[in-house]
Every structure is written in C-alpha cells, then in structure tokens.
C-alpha cells in the first residue's frame, strides 16, 4: 500500500452560536475556516483528518506533506512520526496541524483492520463518562442554572471556564459546590490566565469547594513555577495542554513534580500516536492522563486508554439542543458517551459535498 495523492479541502464554516472565553481570550468568530486532509492510497482506503486554521494548513500541505508524503507506506506510522519531527525542525509546524497526518493515518490503518480505531489502539472501555465544559457565561446565576440543566440530562461533572478573577471565579466555585452538594465533580480551567500568586490564591478556594482538579493555571513556558505550585497545594494540577513537544515535553513536566494530572490530546499532542505516547507515560508513572477537548480522535483516545476518566463537551448555550446536534457523540441519560461501530475513525462526512462546499483546495 502507498500514498498516491495528499489533498486539503478549505471550507467557511458559519458559527452557530457565539461564546466566549475569559477576560483577554477572544471568543468565537462569526465564521471558521475548516481544513480537511484527504491521505489517498494505491488501494483505494483514505484517511481523513480535520482542523481550524482552514488556510495555514492547507499551506502546510501545499509546501511540505505532498512531498514528504507521496510514495509512502501509510501503515507505517512511525516512520511517517519521526519523519514529520524532521520536518518541523525547520518548519516549526503550527501545534494544531503537526498531528493531522498521524491521524489520517491512524483512520487508514483502523479500516484496513475493519475496526474502529479504539480498539486498535487498546480498547479500555466501550463507553466512557463525559464531563461538561463551560464557556464564560454572564453570571453566577447562569453558572447554577445551566449547571441544573447539565445534571438533570445525566451529567456527572462539569468544568468551569470563568471570568479570569482570582476573587469572581473562587467565589463562584464556592457557590456552586454548595449549591451541587458533594456528588457532583467539579474542575476549573484556568486558561493560563494568572500569574503564579494568583494562581495559588485562586487554588487554595477550589480546594476549599472540594474541586476535581486545576487545569492549566499560568502560561506553560515555566516548569519551575508549576513544581512550585504543586508543593503549595493540594488540588491535582493538570497541566500542560498547549506546550509542544509531545510526550518529550510531558516528560519534563513529570520528572520536575510540575504536574499531577498529565494533558492529552489529539489535536496539541502530535495526532493518535502523540496522544498515546503521552498516556502510557502517565501511566508508568501511576498518573491519570486527561483528554483535552472533543471530536472523534479524542473520544477513540478516551476510550483507549485506562487511566484516563472522562470525555470532554464543550457547552455554549442549549445543552439540550446541543446534544441532538452531538448525534452519537452526544451522552445518554447516565452521562455517557459510548464507542463508534464503524471501522476507522468514524467521521460522517460527505467528501463530495466538501469538495463543492470548498474555498480552496489544495
């Protein structure tokens, strides 16, 4: 088998619904540009990967993958992996498109076998609990109203992206721990958002409120700082999510104590295979690994992996409404979300319709 063709498809994508995050964050757009990359083969099994940043990763495809790419084999991933590391010695490849060739290859591979691809890399569990994650709303009484909302349709946790206040957002915590009660898990996101007295004032509040973790307080460029604020407290710090370097990176963070909890992802960790790596170290070391965001890699990594606990779903403003939208990615009535059947990674997508619906094509 080998690659004959790489292809990027760019669409418009109009928002649904407007969000936004904390306080010197931009939130949503009014339209996104969408990339999807199309890996052919010689016979005939195609692999698809998708991202934002619709035109630089079309570029990136254009200058780099076509060529380094055409005339491989596509399962052998680990190959294709350290070449691409090669590449970005020079390249510097953006940390959301470094990973997209990894995971049109995985989809590839999975389908070969006719399986999906959680249970290629592992199979841990066929359904996994999901956890509700906030964006920035207006006040504490939409935070304890949709949080209402959220447990009545089965949701067992929720994480909180508030205001960036030390004093707003540990206030907010508070009241809704007492509103919840004790059975419910709560985690906070900082959103690198806090410099690191703030981040402890802020840590020693979610600790009172009984808090699940403290994700990603202060900018990720320190390690000294943050194995500083893992002695000063007790709440798991879960970082880092946006620094690069895979698993070499989450290494550092580990061996340094600047970590209790380690970030995966799919779309920041260098594809399935990045995310993977990251996970088995976390777990030589007896650590959890938690799943950054949603989408169908990401839930095949959850799902994968056994020390990892939760799926990540981003809620704006319906929860209702958004499961439907969510389909099979959506939870069920205990908090829930369960495994795709369909061999690879499972996206429903028209590639024809892609194709006319496209901006640019690369």
Not at 246 to 258: E, K, L, P, Q
Request: aromatic share 10%; net charge negative; charged share 25%.
């Amino acid at each position: 088998m080998r690659i004959t063709d790489v292809r990027a498809y760019v669409i418009e994508v109009e928002t649904k619904r407007f969000f936004r995050w904390r306080h010197g964050l931009p939130g949503s757009e009014a339209k996104a540009e969408v990339c999807w990359l199309h890996i052919l083969t010689d016979e005939g099994v195609d692999g698809l990967a998708a991202s934002g940043h619709g035109f630089i990763v079309a570029d990136t495809v254009r200058r780099r993958l076509k060529e380094a790419l055409i005339g491989k084999n596509p399962l052998q991933k680990e190959e294709i992996w350290h070449l691409l590391w090669e590449i970005d010695r020079i390249e510097e490849f953006p940390i959301y498109a470094f990973g997209l060739t990894d995971i049109a290859l995985w989809d590839i591979t999975a389908k070969v076998a006719g399986l999906p691809l959680y249970q290629i890399l592992g199979g841990a569990r066929e359904k996994i609990l999901a956890y509700a994650s906030t964006v920035t709303w207006e006040t504490e009484e939409d935070y304890l109203r949709y949080a209402d909302q959220l447990v009545a349709m089965g949701y067992k946790a929720i994480k909180l992206h508030a205001w960036g206040d030390v004093k707003r957002d540990g206030q907010l915590a508070l009241r809704l721990r007492r509103h919840l009660g004790d059975d419910i898990f709560l985690m906070y996101d900082g959103s690198a958002g806090f410099r690191y007295e703030e981040a402890l004032a802020l840590g020693k509040m979610l600790e009172e409120a009984n808090f699940l973790w403290y994700e990603e307080p202060m900018r990720e460029f320190n390690i000294w700082q943050y194995a500083r604020l893992c002695r000063d407290l007790t709440i798991p710090i879960l970082v880092p999510e946006t620094t690069e370097g895979s698993h070499y990176n989450a290494a550092d963070f580990i061996v340094h104590g600047a970590a209790d909890l380690i970030r995966t992802s799919t779309h920041f960790k260098g594809g399935i295979t990045g995310a993977l790596r990251i996970a088995h170290l976390a777990d030589s070391f007896g650590m959890y690994v938690e799943v950054h965001g949603g989408g169908y890699p990401n839930l095949h990594i959850a799902l994968a992996v056994p020390n990892t606990r939760f799926y990540e779903i981003l809620v704006i403003d319906d929860p209702e409404r958004e499961r439907e939208e969510q389909g099979e990615l959506g939870i069920d009535r205990d908090g829930y979300v369960h495994a795709p059947t369909r061999p690879g990674i499972g996206w429903q997508v028209d590639l024809e319709e892609i194709q006319k619906r496209s901006i640019a094509i690369v």
